[in-house]
Protein backbone atom coordinates (compact mmCIF):
# COMPACT_ATOMS: atom_id res chain seq x y z
CA UNK A 1 0.00 0.00 0.00
CA UNK A 2 0.60 3.02 1.30
CA UNK A 3 2.64 3.56 0.85
CA UNK A 4 6.60 4.41 -0.01
CA UNK A 5 6.99 7.02 1.81
CA UNK A 6 7.89 5.23 -2.44
CA UNK A 7 8.39 6.64 -2.74
CA UNK A 8 7.64 8.37 0.36
CA UNK A 9 6.22 11.25 0.13
CA UNK A 10 2.23 12.80 0.18
CA UNK A 11 1.18 16.32 -0.56
CA UNK A 12 -1.28 19.10 0.41
CA UNK A 13 -4.31 20.80 -1.68
CA UNK A 14 -4.53 23.84 -3.52
CA UNK A 15 -3.27 26.48 -0.88
CA UNK A 16 -1.29 30.05 -1.18
CA UNK A 17 2.49 30.47 -0.08
CA UNK A 18 0.94 31.42 3.49
CA UNK A 19 -1.02 28.45 4.41
CA UNK A 20 1.78 25.87 3.46
CA UNK A 21 2.87 26.34 6.56
CA UNK A 22 0.11 24.26 8.20
CA UNK A 23 0.97 21.11 5.79
CA UNK A 24 1.96 17.59 6.92
CA UNK A 25 3.31 14.93 4.45
CA UNK A 26 3.88 11.16 4.25
CA UNK A 27 7.89 11.28 3.21
CA UNK A 28 9.36 14.48 4.28
CA UNK A 29 8.72 17.74 6.06
CA UNK A 30 8.75 20.03 8.69
CA UNK A 31 10.36 21.60 12.06
CA UNK A 32 9.94 18.24 14.53
CA UNK A 33 9.26 17.94 18.13
CA UNK A 34 12.28 15.85 19.41
CA UNK A 35 10.00 13.00 21.09
CA UNK A 36 11.97 11.29 24.03
CA UNK A 37 15.55 10.14 24.45
CA UNK A 38 17.31 8.71 21.64
CA UNK A 39 17.61 5.25 20.69
CA UNK A 40 20.36 3.48 19.10
CA UNK A 41 19.86 0.99 16.89
CA UNK A 42 23.02 -1.06 15.41
CA UNK A 43 26.12 0.45 16.71
CA UNK A 44 26.53 3.03 19.68
CA UNK A 45 27.02 6.80 19.58
CA UNK A 46 25.44 10.72 18.61
CA UNK A 47 25.27 11.65 15.48
CA UNK A 48 24.45 15.54 14.12
CA UNK A 49 20.92 16.24 12.71
CA UNK A 50 22.14 19.40 10.89
CA UNK A 51 23.51 19.23 7.26
CA UNK A 52 27.87 19.80 6.60
CA UNK A 53 29.12 22.46 6.61
CA UNK A 54 31.29 23.10 3.41
CA UNK A 55 34.70 21.35 4.57
CA UNK A 56 32.84 18.00 5.32
CA UNK A 57 30.34 17.99 3.02
CA UNK A 58 32.09 15.00 1.33
CA UNK A 59 31.70 13.27 4.40
CA UNK A 60 27.45 14.08 5.93
CA UNK A 61 24.71 14.12 3.72
CA UNK A 62 21.19 15.06 5.41
CA UNK A 63 17.76 14.09 3.72
CA UNK A 64 14.37 16.02 4.79
CA UNK A 65 11.86 13.46 5.04
CA UNK A 66 7.72 13.19 6.13
CA UNK A 67 6.79 10.23 7.48
CA UNK A 68 9.01 8.88 10.62
CA UNK A 69 9.16 4.82 10.39
CA UNK A 70 7.08 3.21 13.50
CA UNK A 71 9.79 0.34 13.31
CA UNK A 72 12.92 -0.07 11.51
CA UNK A 73 11.54 -3.59 9.96
CA UNK A 74 11.04 -2.49 6.37
CA UNK A 75 8.47 -5.53 5.95
CA UNK A 76 6.50 -4.96 9.25
CA UNK A 77 4.06 -2.41 8.19
CA UNK A 78 2.11 -1.53 4.92
CA UNK A 79 3.67 1.82 4.57
CA UNK A 80 7.15 2.15 3.16
CA UNK A 81 8.81 4.60 5.29
CA UNK A 82 11.56 2.60 6.87
CA UNK A 83 11.92 1.29 3.58
CA UNK A 84 12.76 5.05 1.90
CA UNK A 85 15.86 4.82 4.70
CA UNK A 86 17.46 1.50 4.44
CA UNK A 87 16.71 -0.37 0.99
CA UNK A 88 19.62 -0.51 -0.70
CA UNK A 89 21.31 2.05 2.11
CA UNK A 90 21.53 -0.89 5.09
CA UNK A 91 19.55 -3.71 3.39
CA UNK A 92 20.21 -5.46 -0.06
CA UNK A 93 18.62 -7.19 -2.74
CA UNK A 94 19.33 -10.05 -4.98
CA UNK A 95 18.51 -7.71 -7.83
CA UNK A 96 17.98 -4.11 -8.16
CA UNK A 97 15.42 -2.06 -9.86
CA UNK A 98 17.53 0.67 -11.28
CA UNK A 99 16.29 4.20 -12.17
CA UNK A 100 14.97 3.16 -15.61
CA UNK A 101 13.08 0.10 -14.26
CA UNK A 102 15.64 -2.55 -15.03
CA UNK A 103 16.62 -5.26 -13.05
CA UNK A 104 20.85 -5.37 -12.42
CA UNK A 105 22.61 -7.71 -10.13
CA UNK A 106 23.36 -6.63 -6.50
CA UNK A 107 24.05 -9.75 -3.95
CA UNK A 108 23.29 -12.19 -7.38
CA UNK A 109 26.53 -11.65 -9.57
CA UNK A 110 24.37 -13.28 -12.14
CA UNK A 111 20.42 -15.69 -12.51
CA UNK A 112 19.27 -18.10 -14.73
CA UNK A 113 15.79 -19.11 -15.45
CA UNK A 114 14.53 -22.35 -16.46
CA UNK A 115 12.91 -23.01 -20.13
CA UNK A 116 10.14 -23.58 -18.40
CA UNK A 117 10.06 -20.45 -16.31
CA UNK A 118 9.59 -22.30 -13.46
CA UNK A 119 12.93 -22.27 -11.81
CA UNK A 120 15.61 -19.39 -10.92
CA UNK A 121 19.24 -20.14 -10.04
CA UNK A 122 20.71 -16.98 -8.24
CA UNK A 123 24.49 -17.00 -8.41
CA UNK A 124 25.78 -15.19 -5.33
CA UNK A 125 28.35 -12.54 -4.83
CA UNK A 126 30.90 -14.96 -2.77
CA UNK A 127 32.49 -11.16 -1.15
CA UNK A 128 28.91 -10.20 0.19
CA UNK A 129 28.82 -10.52 3.69
CA UNK A 130 26.43 -8.75 6.50
CA UNK A 131 27.34 -5.60 8.71
CA UNK A 132 28.01 -8.97 11.19
CA UNK A 133 30.80 -10.10 9.58
CA UNK A 134 29.14 -13.31 8.25
CA UNK A 135 28.75 -13.86 4.83
CA UNK A 136 25.41 -14.08 2.49
CA UNK A 137 25.18 -17.44 2.04
CA UNK A 138 22.30 -19.37 -0.03
CA UNK A 139 21.17 -20.51 3.36
CA UNK A 140 21.08 -17.21 4.32
CA UNK A 141 18.51 -16.41 1.52
CA UNK A 142 16.25 -19.32 1.96
CA UNK A 143 15.68 -18.00 5.29
CA UNK A 144 14.66 -14.79 3.91
CA UNK A 145 12.48 -16.32 1.97
CA UNK A 146 11.17 -18.76 3.82
CA UNK A 147 10.36 -15.97 6.35
CA UNK A 148 7.92 -14.33 3.71
CA UNK A 149 6.45 -17.47 2.78
CA UNK A 150 5.36 -18.58 6.14
CA UNK A 151 4.89 -15.25 7.88
CA UNK A 152 1.97 -14.45 10.24
CA UNK A 153 0.17 -11.52 9.73
CA UNK A 154 1.22 -10.08 12.95
CA UNK A 155 4.78 -11.33 11.67
CA UNK A 156 5.28 -9.31 8.33
CA UNK A 157 2.69 -7.61 6.70
CA UNK A 158 0.77 -9.38 3.43
CA UNK A 159 1.37 -6.88 0.57
CA UNK A 160 5.25 -8.50 0.90
CA UNK A 161 4.15 -12.37 1.92
CA UNK A 162 1.73 -12.08 -1.11
CA UNK A 163 4.59 -11.94 -3.29
CA UNK A 164 5.89 -15.43 -2.25
CA UNK A 165 3.01 -17.16 -2.53
CA UNK A 166 4.09 -18.18 -6.20
CA UNK A 167 7.07 -20.04 -4.22
CA UNK A 168 7.05 -23.65 -3.81
CA UNK A 169 10.23 -23.80 -2.14
CA UNK A 170 14.02 -22.83 -1.86
CA UNK A 171 16.75 -24.37 -1.49
CA UNK A 172 20.73 -23.68 -1.42
CA UNK A 173 22.65 -25.95 -3.65
CA UNK A 174 26.05 -24.71 -2.48
CA UNK A 175 27.02 -21.50 0.04
CA UNK A 176 26.83 -19.37 -3.02
CA UNK A 177 24.00 -20.83 -5.47
CA UNK A 178 20.27 -20.14 -4.54
CA UNK A 179 17.33 -22.30 -6.63
CA UNK A 180 13.95 -21.42 -6.25
CA UNK A 181 11.10 -23.12 -8.03
CA UNK A 182 7.60 -21.59 -8.71
CA UNK A 183 4.38 -22.96 -8.70
CA UNK A 184 3.53 -21.88 -12.59
CA UNK A 185 5.67 -18.79 -14.52
CA UNK A 186 5.57 -14.92 -12.91
CA UNK A 187 6.20 -11.97 -14.78
CA UNK A 188 6.03 -9.90 -11.89
CA UNK A 189 8.11 -12.15 -8.82
CA UNK A 190 11.47 -11.45 -9.59
CA UNK A 191 10.50 -7.79 -10.13
CA UNK A 192 9.50 -7.86 -6.62
CA UNK A 193 12.43 -9.12 -5.65
CA UNK A 194 14.58 -6.41 -6.63
CA UNK A 195 12.32 -4.09 -4.15
CA UNK A 196 11.13 -4.45 -0.01
CA UNK A 197 9.75 -7.97 -0.78
CA UNK A 198 13.26 -8.99 -1.61
CA UNK A 199 15.72 -7.22 1.46
CA UNK A 200 17.90 -9.71 2.93
CA UNK A 201 18.48 -9.59 6.35
CA UNK A 202 21.06 -11.44 8.81
CA UNK A 203 18.73 -14.62 9.40
CA UNK A 204 20.48 -13.67 13.26
CA UNK A 205 19.09 -10.61 13.39
CA UNK A 206 16.07 -11.37 12.91
CA UNK A 207 14.28 -11.39 15.69
CA UNK A 208 15.46 -7.74 16.38
CA UNK A 209 14.41 -5.91 13.20
CA UNK A 210 12.06 -3.73 14.69
CA UNK A 211 14.64 -2.07 16.42
CA UNK A 212 18.04 -2.83 14.73
CA UNK A 213 19.39 -3.39 11.74
CA UNK A 214 20.69 -6.45 10.06
CA UNK A 215 21.82 -5.71 6.46
CA UNK A 216 24.28 -6.30 3.92
CA UNK A 217 24.74 -2.78 2.69
CA UNK A 218 27.01 0.10 2.22
CA UNK A 219 25.35 1.42 5.82
CA UNK A 220 23.54 0.25 8.86
CA UNK A 221 21.85 2.59 11.91
CA UNK A 222 23.55 4.05 13.86
CA UNK A 223 20.87 5.95 16.11
CA UNK A 224 16.95 6.29 15.84
CA UNK A 225 16.22 9.96 17.90
CA UNK A 226 11.93 8.96 17.43
CA UNK A 227 10.27 12.40 16.46
CA UNK A 228 13.50 13.95 14.99
CA UNK A 229 15.81 11.65 12.79
CA UNK A 230 17.68 8.27 11.94
CA UNK A 231 21.06 8.50 11.25
CA UNK A 232 22.90 6.07 9.02
CA UNK A 233 26.88 5.39 9.16
CA UNK A 234 29.08 3.88 7.65
CA UNK A 235 29.46 -0.03 7.61
CA UNK A 236 33.10 -0.13 7.74
CA UNK A 237 32.85 -3.58 6.58
CA UNK A 238 31.07 -3.20 3.65
CA UNK A 239 31.99 -5.82 0.81
CA UNK A 240 31.35 -3.74 -2.03
CA UNK A 241 32.56 0.20 -3.28
CA UNK A 242 32.34 2.38 -0.51
CA UNK A 243 29.78 4.77 0.07
CA UNK A 244 30.77 8.48 -0.12
CA UNK A 245 29.33 9.72 3.04
CA UNK A 246 30.26 8.82 6.81
CA UNK A 247 26.88 9.43 7.61
CA UNK A 248 23.68 10.04 6.19
CA UNK A 249 20.68 11.89 8.17
CA UNK A 250 17.00 11.71 7.53
CA UNK A 251 15.65 14.40 9.31
CA UNK A 252 11.71 14.35 9.87
CA UNK A 253 9.28 17.03 9.12
CA UNK A 254 5.89 17.66 9.69
CA UNK A 255 5.42 20.92 8.02
CA UNK A 256 6.73 20.99 4.50
CA UNK A 257 7.51 25.02 4.83
CA UNK A 258 9.33 24.31 7.31
CA UNK A 259 11.66 21.72 5.98
CA UNK A 260 11.84 24.12 3.30
CA UNK A 261 13.17 27.16 5.73
CA UNK A 262 15.42 24.27 6.33
CA UNK A 263 16.67 23.60 2.77
CA UNK A 264 17.24 27.45 2.31
CA UNK A 265 19.05 28.27 5.42
CA UNK A 266 21.12 25.22 3.88
CA UNK A 267 21.13 22.92 7.07
CA UNK A 268 19.38 20.73 4.12
CA UNK A 269 21.18 18.89 1.76
CA UNK A 270 17.83 17.52 -0.60
CA UNK A 271 14.21 17.32 0.09
CA UNK A 272 13.44 13.88 -1.25
CA UNK A 273 9.93 14.74 -2.47
CA UNK A 274 8.83 18.42 -2.07
CA UNK A 275 5.40 18.59 0.08
CA UNK A 276 4.73 22.31 -1.11
CA UNK A 277 4.58 21.95 -5.06
CA UNK A 278 3.65 25.66 -5.15
CA UNK A 279 7.01 26.69 -3.11
CA UNK A 280 9.25 25.50 -5.43
CA UNK A 281 9.96 28.76 -7.43
CA UNK A 282 12.19 29.56 -4.37
CA UNK A 283 14.54 26.91 -5.72
CA UNK A 284 14.49 28.40 -9.05
CA UNK A 285 18.10 29.91 -8.59
CA UNK A 286 20.17 26.94 -10.67
CA UNK A 287 23.34 27.99 -8.91
CA UNK A 288 22.08 27.57 -5.58
CA UNK A 289 19.29 23.90 -6.33
CA UNK A 290 18.63 21.29 -8.46
CA UNK A 291 14.90 20.76 -8.52
CA UNK A 292 13.80 17.44 -10.51
CA UNK A 293 10.28 16.44 -11.77
CA UNK A 294 10.02 12.83 -12.61
CA UNK A 295 7.52 10.08 -11.76
CA UNK A 296 6.69 7.32 -9.12
CA UNK A 297 5.22 4.20 -9.10
CA UNK A 298 2.55 5.61 -6.37
CA UNK A 299 -1.17 5.93 -7.07
CA UNK A 300 -2.67 8.53 -4.94
CA UNK A 301 -6.09 6.72 -4.34
CA UNK A 302 -9.32 7.16 -2.89
CA UNK A 303 -9.93 3.56 -1.44
CA UNK A 304 -13.23 2.49 -1.55
CA UNK A 305 -14.28 -0.15 1.21
CA UNK A 306 -16.46 -3.08 -0.93
CA UNK A 307 -17.70 -4.23 2.04
CA UNK A 308 -19.38 -1.04 3.02
CA UNK A 309 -23.27 -1.75 2.34
CA UNK A 310 -23.40 0.68 0.05
CA UNK A 311 -20.06 0.14 -1.89
CA UNK A 312 -21.08 -3.26 -2.57
CA UNK A 313 -23.39 -1.55 -5.51
CA UNK A 314 -21.42 -0.82 -8.75
CA UNK A 315 -23.15 2.54 -9.32
CA UNK A 316 -22.84 3.76 -6.27
CA UNK A 317 -19.05 3.09 -7.07
CA UNK A 318 -19.21 4.48 -10.64
CA UNK A 319 -21.24 7.89 -9.42
CA UNK A 320 -18.32 8.14 -6.70
CA UNK A 321 -15.87 8.02 -9.76
CA UNK A 322 -17.76 10.67 -11.56
CA UNK A 323 -18.07 12.78 -8.70
CA UNK A 324 -14.29 13.92 -8.57
CA UNK A 325 -12.72 16.11 -10.92
CA UNK A 326 -9.23 14.96 -10.26
CA UNK A 327 -7.23 17.38 -12.64
CA UNK A 328 -8.59 19.57 -9.76
CA UNK A 329 -7.34 18.01 -6.82
CA UNK A 330 -4.26 17.68 -9.13
CA UNK A 331 -3.86 21.25 -9.15
CA UNK A 332 -4.93 21.81 -6.04
CA UNK A 333 -2.58 18.97 -3.90
CA UNK A 334 0.69 19.17 -6.54
CA UNK A 335 -0.09 22.33 -8.16
CA UNK A 336 -0.60 20.59 -11.57
CA UNK A 337 3.03 17.94 -11.12
CA UNK A 338 2.02 14.23 -11.87
CA UNK A 339 -0.32 12.27 -13.89
CA UNK A 340 -3.98 11.77 -13.56
CA UNK A 341 -4.94 7.99 -12.85
CA UNK A 342 -8.03 5.77 -14.39
CA UNK A 343 -6.58 2.69 -13.06
CA UNK A 344 -3.78 1.10 -10.46
CA UNK A 345 -0.84 1.77 -13.05
CA UNK A 346 1.30 4.36 -13.83
CA UNK A 347 3.25 5.72 -17.23
CA UNK A 348 6.48 3.57 -16.07
CA UNK A 349 4.51 0.45 -15.89
CA UNK A 350 5.13 -1.85 -18.76
CA UNK A 351 1.40 -2.25 -19.21
CA UNK A 352 0.14 1.18 -18.43
CA UNK A 353 -2.70 2.35 -20.62
CA UNK A 354 -4.56 6.21 -20.02
CA UNK A 355 -7.65 4.96 -19.05
CA UNK A 356 -8.53 8.43 -17.08
CA UNK A 357 -11.69 8.92 -19.15
CA UNK A 358 -13.63 5.42 -17.78
CA UNK A 359 -15.75 7.08 -14.97
CA UNK A 360 -14.23 10.45 -15.55
CA UNK A 361 -15.80 13.51 -13.97
CA UNK A 362 -19.14 13.55 -14.79
CA UNK A 363 -21.39 15.21 -11.40
CA UNK A 364 -24.93 14.85 -13.35
CA UNK A 365 -24.12 11.52 -14.70
CA UNK A 366 -23.55 10.81 -10.90
CA UNK A 367 -26.00 11.89 -9.19
CA UNK A 368 -28.39 9.71 -11.84
CA UNK A 369 -26.59 6.64 -10.73
CA UNK A 370 -27.35 7.04 -7.55
CA UNK A 371 -30.65 7.40 -8.52
CA UNK A 372 -30.75 4.26 -9.79
CA UNK A 373 -29.27 2.48 -7.17
CA UNK A 374 -31.99 3.60 -5.29
CA UNK A 375 -29.56 5.71 -2.99
CA UNK A 376 -31.76 9.15 -1.39
CA UNK A 377 -29.69 9.57 1.56
CA UNK A 378 -25.88 8.71 2.35
CA UNK A 379 -23.37 9.32 4.81
CA UNK A 380 -19.66 8.09 4.48
CA UNK A 381 -16.72 8.21 6.46
CA UNK A 382 -13.73 9.62 5.03
CA UNK A 383 -10.63 8.28 6.88
CA UNK A 384 -7.59 9.66 5.12
CA UNK A 385 -3.99 9.02 6.48
CA UNK A 386 -2.67 12.22 8.10
CA UNK A 387 -0.40 13.00 5.98
CA UNK A 388 -0.76 16.70 3.47
CA UNK A 389 -1.21 15.37 0.32
CA UNK A 390 -3.74 12.76 1.98
CA UNK A 391 -5.39 15.50 3.84
CA UNK A 392 -5.76 18.10 1.52
CA UNK A 393 -7.24 15.92 -0.69
CA UNK A 394 -9.84 15.16 1.05
CA UNK A 395 -11.35 18.30 1.58
CA UNK A 396 -12.15 17.97 -2.33
CA UNK A 397 -13.37 15.25 -1.94
CA UNK A 398 -15.44 16.27 0.86
CA UNK A 399 -16.74 18.79 -1.18
CA UNK A 400 -17.22 17.07 -4.73
CA UNK A 401 -19.21 14.82 -3.13
CA UNK A 402 -21.47 17.00 -1.25
CA UNK A 403 -22.33 18.83 -4.57
CA UNK A 404 -23.71 15.57 -5.85
CA UNK A 405 -25.61 14.43 -2.60
CA UNK A 406 -23.33 12.28 -0.92
CA UNK A 407 -22.44 13.72 2.79
CA UNK A 408 -18.90 12.80 4.13
CA UNK A 409 -17.80 13.13 7.49
CA UNK A 410 -13.42 13.55 7.82
CA UNK A 411 -11.91 11.78 10.26
CA UNK A 412 -7.96 12.50 9.78
CA UNK A 413 -5.86 9.53 11.04
CA UNK A 414 -2.58 9.50 12.57
CA UNK A 415 -0.39 6.40 11.04
CA UNK A 416 -0.86 3.94 13.96
CA UNK A 417 -4.39 4.38 14.20
CA UNK A 418 -4.88 4.47 9.90
CA UNK A 419 -2.82 0.72 10.02
CA UNK A 420 -5.17 -0.17 13.01
CA UNK A 421 -8.35 0.82 12.09
CA UNK A 422 -8.31 1.24 8.03
CA UNK A 423 -5.84 -1.20 6.89
CA UNK A 424 -6.12 -3.78 9.31
CA UNK A 425 -9.74 -3.99 10.16
CA UNK A 426 -11.09 -2.16 6.88
CA UNK A 427 -13.46 0.30 9.40
CA UNK A 428 -14.06 3.09 7.07
CA UNK A 429 -15.77 3.67 4.03
CA UNK A 430 -13.30 5.74 1.75
CA UNK A 431 -9.52 6.61 2.26
CA UNK A 432 -6.98 8.22 1.06
CA UNK A 433 -3.20 7.16 0.36
CA UNK A 434 -0.75 6.70 -2.09
CA UNK A 435 -0.03 3.35 -2.89
CA UNK A 436 4.01 3.23 -3.53
CA UNK A 437 4.86 0.01 -4.37
CA UNK A 438 5.42 -1.03 -8.24
CA UNK A 439 2.98 -3.03 -10.30
CA UNK A 440 0.85 -3.93 -7.43
CA UNK A 441 -2.87 -4.69 -9.11
CA UNK A 442 -2.05 -8.21 -7.29
CA UNK A 443 -3.45 -6.23 -3.94
CA UNK A 444 -6.97 -6.68 -5.73
CA UNK A 445 -6.76 -10.46 -5.84
CA UNK A 446 -6.61 -10.53 -1.77
CA UNK A 447 -10.18 -9.98 -0.28
CA UNK A 448 -8.44 -9.60 2.57
CA UNK A 449 -6.94 -6.72 1.88
CA UNK A 450 -8.08 -3.29 3.24
CA UNK A 451 -10.15 -2.60 0.49
CA UNK A 452 -11.88 -5.94 0.52
CA UNK A 453 -12.17 -6.03 -3.62
CA UNK A 454 -13.24 -9.57 -4.66
CA UNK A 455 -13.71 -10.05 -8.31
CA UNK A 456 -13.21 -14.04 -10.52
CA UNK A 457 -12.88 -12.21 -13.90
CA UNK A 458 -10.31 -9.14 -12.11
CA UNK A 459 -8.55 -12.46 -10.44
CA UNK A 460 -8.55 -14.64 -13.66
CA UNK A 461 -7.31 -12.10 -15.54
CA UNK A 462 -4.05 -10.90 -13.48
CA UNK A 463 -3.51 -14.15 -13.21
CA UNK A 464 -3.62 -15.27 -16.93
CA UNK A 465 -0.93 -12.12 -16.79
CA UNK A 466 1.67 -12.64 -14.42
CA UNK A 467 1.61 -16.64 -16.06
CA UNK A 468 1.62 -15.34 -19.74
CA UNK A 469 4.76 -14.97 -21.56
CA UNK A 470 7.39 -12.00 -21.21
CA UNK A 471 5.73 -10.72 -24.74
CA UNK A 472 2.29 -11.24 -23.92
CA UNK A 473 2.24 -10.22 -20.23
CA UNK A 474 1.73 -5.98 -20.99
CA UNK A 475 -1.87 -6.25 -23.45
CA UNK A 476 -2.82 -9.06 -20.96
CA UNK A 477 -2.26 -7.21 -17.81
CA UNK A 478 -4.08 -4.32 -19.81
CA UNK A 479 -7.06 -6.46 -19.64
CA UNK A 480 -6.81 -6.96 -16.03
CA UNK A 481 -6.35 -2.82 -15.12
CA UNK A 482 -9.26 -2.25 -17.45
CA UNK A 483 -11.26 -4.46 -15.35
CA UNK A 484 -10.63 -2.54 -11.73
CA UNK A 485 -11.26 0.90 -13.96
CA UNK A 486 -14.93 -0.10 -15.30
CA UNK A 487 -15.47 -1.58 -11.96
CA UNK A 488 -14.90 1.67 -10.27
CA UNK A 489 -12.62 -1.15 -7.57
CA UNK A 490 -11.00 2.14 -6.13
CA UNK A 491 -11.10 6.00 -7.42
CA UNK A 492 -7.58 6.56 -8.59
CA UNK A 493 -6.80 10.24 -8.45
CA UNK A 494 -3.15 10.74 -9.65
CA UNK A 495 0.74 9.29 -9.89
CA UNK A 496 2.50 11.06 -7.24
CA UNK A 497 4.97 13.04 -8.68
CA UNK A 498 9.20 12.58 -7.62
CA UNK A 499 9.84 16.34 -7.09
CA UNK A 500 12.89 16.08 -5.06
CA UNK A 501 14.75 19.30 -4.14
CA UNK A 502 19.26 19.35 -3.63
CA UNK A 503 22.31 21.56 -3.24
CA UNK A 504 23.22 22.59 -6.58
CA UNK A 505 26.70 20.26 -5.39
CA UNK A 506 24.71 17.70 -4.80
CA UNK A 507 24.62 15.07 -7.70
CA UNK A 508 23.54 11.25 -9.00
CA UNK A 509 19.71 11.67 -7.71
CA UNK A 510 17.94 9.66 -10.50
CA UNK A 511 14.70 11.65 -11.93
CA UNK A 512 12.06 9.19 -11.73
CA UNK A 513 11.88 7.04 -8.23
CA UNK A 514 11.37 3.03 -9.12
CA UNK A 515 11.26 1.73 -5.64
CA UNK A 516 10.51 2.08 -2.61
CA UNK A 517 13.95 3.35 -1.46
CA UNK A 518 15.71 6.83 -1.84
CA UNK A 519 18.46 5.12 -2.73
CA UNK A 520 21.45 7.08 -1.65
CA UNK A 521 24.25 4.87 -2.64
CA UNK A 522 23.72 6.74 -6.37
CA UNK A 523 24.71 10.36 -4.43
CA UNK A 524 27.62 12.39 -4.37
CA UNK A 525 28.69 16.10 -3.56
CA UNK A 526 30.53 17.70 -6.39
Given at each position: ?????????????????????????????????????????????S??????T??S?????????S???????????A??????V????V???????????????????????????????????????????????????????????????????????????????A??????????????????????M???????????????????S???G????????????????????????????????????????A?????????????S????P?????????????????G????????????????????????????????????????????????????T????????A????????????????????????????????????A?????????????V?????????????????????????S?????????????????????????????????A???????????????????????W??????????????????K??????????TI???
Amino acid sequence: MAHQTRSVRRVAARRSLAALAAVVTFGLLTACTPGGEPTSPGASGSASTTSTTTTSAAKTLTVGASLEPQTLDPTKLAYVAAAQVELFNVYETLVKIDGDGRLQPLLAQRWELSPDRLTYTFFLNPAAKFASGKQVTADAVVKNIDRLRTATADAVNSKYSTWMKVVSGATAVDPTTVKVVLSRPSNTWLYAMGDTTGIIADPDGFADLATKSAGSGPYQVKEWRRGDSIVLERNPGYWGTQPRFDTVTFKYFTDPNAMNTAMLAGTLDIISNEQAPDALAQFADPAAFTVLDGGTNGEVTLALNNSSAALKNVKVRQAIAMAIDKKKILDDVEAGHGVVLGTMDVPTDPYYEDLSAVNSYDPEKAKALLKEAGVASLTLRLRPLAVPYATAAATDVAAMLKAVGINVTVSVEQPGTWIDSVFLKADYDLSIVSHAEARDLNTYTNPQYYWRYTSAAFNAAWLAADSASPEEYPEAMKKAARILADDAASVWLYMMPNLVVSKATVTGLPKNQTTDSFDVTTITNR
